[in-house]
């Protein structure tokens, strides 16, 4: 069975900084597409970062510079580096998986959803 399992969300103050873990079992990471996804209250599912079967990373506009996407084959982990928080960056965070080493950025491409950790900027 494959699972997404997050960890490390939280409440943060603005301008700091948190790591959000998602923790794969039941298939190599490494060969798929990546991705984290938000979705505050009220808002569509946006992706946010990827990182696809030969470790190249994109990110959405807002978050460039800020966030940073990577990948521990040797854990099956992935995580997302969050810096410089802002309060827009308050959402449910879900890491996803998609078979096959092209990204996408529509979560419509992804079977796999871990169930979400909650990030919350707010001072």
């Known amino acids: 069975e494959r699972r997404l399992v997050e960890s490390g969300g939280g409440s943060v103050q603005p301008g700091g900084s948190l790591r959000v873990s998602c923790a794969a079992s039941?298939?190599?990471?490494?060969?798929?597409?990546m991705a984290w996804f938000r979705q505050a209250p009220g808002k569509q599912r946006e992706a946010v970062a990827d990182?696809?079967?030969?470790?190249?990373?994109r990110y959405v506009d807002s978050v460039k510079g800020r966030f940073t996407i990577s990948r521990d084959n040797d854990k099956n982990t992935l995580y997302l580096q969050m810096d410089s928080l802002k309060h827009e960056d308050t959402a449910m965070y879900y890491c996803?998986?998609?078979?096959?080493?092209?990204?996408?950025?529509?979560?419509?491409?992804?079977?796999?959803w871990g169930q979400g950790t909650q990030v919350t900027v707010s001072s």
């Open positions: 990182i696809d079967g030969g470790g190249r990373t």
């Open positions: 996803a998986a998609r078979s096959g080493a092209n990204c996408y950025r529509d979560p419509i491409h992804f079977a796999f």
């Open positions: 039941g298939f190599r990471a490494s060969s798929y597409c």
